[in-house]
């Protein structure tokens, strides 16, 4: 048989509905509050994160790059050796890619990638802005140091050595074979200097596309290249168990001949060694 709930117990009933509803939306509340200032706490965690667990593993000890696997006692055949292995790896888009370090005359460092655009006997080339930090640096203190990693290839090479502006008509040569493009773009950006926004180079970029849609583009003369001459060369080639393989090249002084200890005798004006990891 059916009851029939009074007004004032359906009134009752109502109120603890209203109740519950509200603890409920409040738990839900607290609950994404909670979960919001943990994100936010996560987000500021970053600034003390861990990573003491990333490693990854490199070649073990049957693949060591001792000396006797040298291609050259050279060191400029024996990067172009590694150089041409990074060239044809297909994981390796820029192998040219390389950080330049320079210094201020007092000793302030800087660094930043670039692309090597040639080498010889003579020295590694690079093109940039002689305005630049960098330029800057190397007019005051010329000497930088390179490092390439082809990580792919767990290889790294290191380069020191000192740094000279190479000839006015070879930089010539070279800002005309780049495309046009960049060519407006070198003459656009006063390298390192502070700009009001991105649009102020978007419209100079626009003026200067059109003013030489028809003609050459002068290369400015704030703009060309460099040329590192090598005193030292670095092969690294990392390990699993972090006894990582490192031959030395370095270029000996003039008027020196005696061999320090362990120091053996390369080709040319060079020799080699061997350094702990």
């Known amino acids: 048989m059916k009851r029939v709930l009074s007004s004032s117990t359906l009134r009752c009933v109502n109120n603890i509905k209203q109740i519950l509803l509200s603890r409920t939306s409040l738990s839900f509340c607290s609950r994404t509050v909670f979960s919001s200032s943990s994100c936010l706490k996560s987000s500021s965690d970053l600034k003390a994160m861990d990573l003491s667990d990333m490693r990854k593993k490199y070649k073990g000890d049957d693949e060591c790059f001792e000396e006797n696997q040298l291609v050259s006692l050279d060191p400029i055949k024996q990067f172009g050796e590694w150089f041409e292995q990074a060239a044809k790896c297909p994981e390796i888009g820029e192998p040219n890619a390389m950080c330049i370090a320079t210094a201020t005359k007092d000793g302030r460092p800087s660094a930043r990638m670039v692309l090597l655009k040639g080498f010889s006997k003579e020295g590694f080339r690079f093109f940039s802005n002689y305005e630049s930090r960098k330029g800057k640096e190397l007019e005051s203190n010329p000497h930088a140091c390179l490092v390439f990693y082809w990580e792919p290839l767990n290889k790294q090479v290191r380069i020191e050595g000192t740094v000279e ?4 008509q070879s930089s010539c040569e070279y800002f005309h074979s780049r495309p046009k493009s960049s060519q407006v773009g070198a003459v656009v950006s006063r390298q390192s200097t502070v700009i009001p926004n991105r649009e102020y180079i978007r419209q100079r970029n626009a003026e200067l596309e059109e003013k030489y849609k028809d003609s050459e583009v002068p290369m400015p003369d704030y703009w060309g ?3 590192v001459k090598p005193v030292l060369i670095e092969f690294w080639q990392g390990q699993t168990n972090r006894l990582h ?8 002084k003039e008027g020196e001949s005696e061999l320090e200890e362990m120091e053996h005798r390369a080709e040319g004006d060079w020799v080699y060694y061997r350094l702990a990891p």
Do not use: A, E, L
């Open 225 to 227: 290249g460099y040329i």
């Open 245 to 252: 393989d490192r031959i030395v090249f370095k270029r000996i």
């Open 165 to 168: 502006r190479i000839p006015y």
